[in-house]
């Protein structure tokens, strides 16, 4: 969307309801030749048919035409002898692909994409290789947990607005030099005004069961509904928490839940509690170098 914006304010001018059907001259283009379109049927997978209104033709003179009907890799064909070949698969998971010994990432295996996803992609692939090839993984992914202090994130801060990049200005600054950064980056006080947005997710809250008194103060103070009262907690094998089932009778009340999707991180159960039963932890999925592993 920003970028439709964006290239509007440039001044691009976006037709639809048209398929071309030829770029017409001999030495240069100097046109291409149009006809207009309706939607027709909805063909498999939700595709609507393209229907061409015949006798709607028209031309758009042009110095230049740039062809861009989207992005997909070419498939790659392997030559299998007696004359047979097959197109090269690949599994998005492991990298590997149909041709032993040969790993395939980035816009080959997923389609377009950015380069910071490419990037990471190829990373992902290289420790796979060296897997493969060892037989003893190159890193390995873990929890880490720390203590942490109260956040207090204000309830007025999941209204704060999306700030607008800014961009150059006036738009024909923008065309002086093929260099020129459309977009200037935030100011320091945007910077610090968009942070409040963030939610803080990786901070969890919970409450020690065993100490609670059910006094209610944490429910009372909370900004938005993310406090509850819990009939039952379930759990998979390895003991982590998967759902409750919520309750508003308080004979059926087993335990009092913080629901961390809801949690804005604001802080007010932690300060309101009268037993300091409340506490809360940074957690962060990261990675470290295999243990064991001689990688270096």
């Not at 059907?21 to 001999?26: D, E, F, H, Q, T």
């Not at 149909?98 to 080959?108: I, P």
């Not at 992609?121 to 090839?133: F, H, P, S």
């Not at 890193?139 to 956040?151: A, H, L, S």
Request: charged share 30%.
């Amino acid at each position: 969307k920003d970028e439709v914006i964006e290239t509007k304010t440039e001044g691009v001018k976006i037709a639809s309801l048209m398929l071309s059907r030829k770029v017409l001259g001999k030495e240069r283009a100097e046109g291409v030749e149009f006809v207009r379109t309706r939607p027709g049927e909805k063909r498999a997978k939700g595709k609507g048919e393209v229907v061409a209104l015949e006798g709607s033709e028209f031309v758009l003179p042009a110095d230049a035409v740039i062809v861009a009907t989207g992005q997909r890799p070419e498939p790659l064909r392997l030559a299998l002898g007696d004359n047979k070949e097959e197109v090269l698969k690949a599994d998005p998971d492991s990298f590997s692909s149909t041709m032993k010994g040969l790993y395939v990432a980035g816009d080959y295996l997923s389609g377009p994409s950015t380069v910071i996803q490419a990037v990471g992609m190829g990373r992902r692939a290289a420790e796979k290789i060296i897997r493969d090839l060892t037989g003893k993984p190159f890193r390995e992914k873990t929890v880490r947990m720390e203590e942490t202090e109260i956040t207090d994130r204000k309830r007025a801060w999941d209204y704060v607005p999306r700030q607008e990049m800014p961009t150059v200005q006036p738009v024909q600054d923008r065309l002086r030099t093929p260099t020129t950064e459309v977009e200037t980056g935030l100011s320091p006080e945007q910077a610090q005004e968009e942070s409040k947005r963030c939610y803080l997710c990786y901070l969890h809250y919970e409450i020690d069961i065993s100490r609670c008194i059910y006094c209610r103060y944490c429910i009372d103070v909370a900004p938005r509904d993310c406090i509850k009262l819990v009939k039952e907690v379930k759990t998979n094998e390895a003991g982590a928490i998967t759902g409750f089932t919520e309750t508003t009778r308080w004979a059926e009340v087993n335990a009092i839940m913080i629901d961390n999707s809801r949690c804005i991180r604001c802080g007010e159960c932690m300060r309101v509690c009268p037993v300091n039963c409340i506490s809360v932890t940074k957690v962060e999925l990261t990675e470290r170098m295999a243990r064991g592993g001689d990688h270096v």
